[in-house]
C-alpha cells in the first residue's frame, strides 16, 4: 500500500516534470491538441477550417513543415500565435500526432 503510493507519487511527479511516461504517443497528442489548439486550428482532417490559423492538416501537408520545424515552433511559438508553454513530453505528442496527417 505505501510502497505503491510511492510509486504513485514518482510516477506524477515524472509527469508534471514533463518526462514521457510512454514517449511520443500520437493518441495523447491528439487529446492535446484537442484541448490547446482546436479554438484556432481545425486539427483533424474533417474538422471545420477556420480563418483565425492555418489547419494542422495545411501544416504538415501544403506547408511541408518538419517534424523539427514543428518541435521548434511549439517550443517557441511566435507571430500571432500565443505560447501555450507545453512539456517536452507534450511537445512530442502533438508532434507525433502531427506527423500521423502526413500524406506521404
Ligand atoms: C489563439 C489561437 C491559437 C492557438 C490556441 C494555437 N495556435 Fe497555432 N497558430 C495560430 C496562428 C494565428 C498561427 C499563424 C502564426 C503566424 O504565422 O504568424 C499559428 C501557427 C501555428 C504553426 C505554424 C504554422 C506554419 O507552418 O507556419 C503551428 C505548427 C501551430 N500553430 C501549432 C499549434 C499547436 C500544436 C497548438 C496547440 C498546442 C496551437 N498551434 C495553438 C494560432 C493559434
New binding site residues.
Partial sequence: MLRSGIIATVLLAAMAAGQPVLADDPVAGEV??E???????A?RPDDPTSD???S?D??VNV?E?SPE??WG??AH??????N?N?SRG??DD??SY?ETLRDS
Fill in positions: 492535446l491538441s484541448v490547446w489548439c482546436s479554438s484556432c486550428h486539427v483565425a490559423a492555418p494542422f495545411t501544416i506547408y513543415r520545424f514543428l515552433w511549439l511559438p511566435h507571430g500571432a500565435m500565443p501555450p507545453l507534450e511537445i502533438i508532434v502531427m
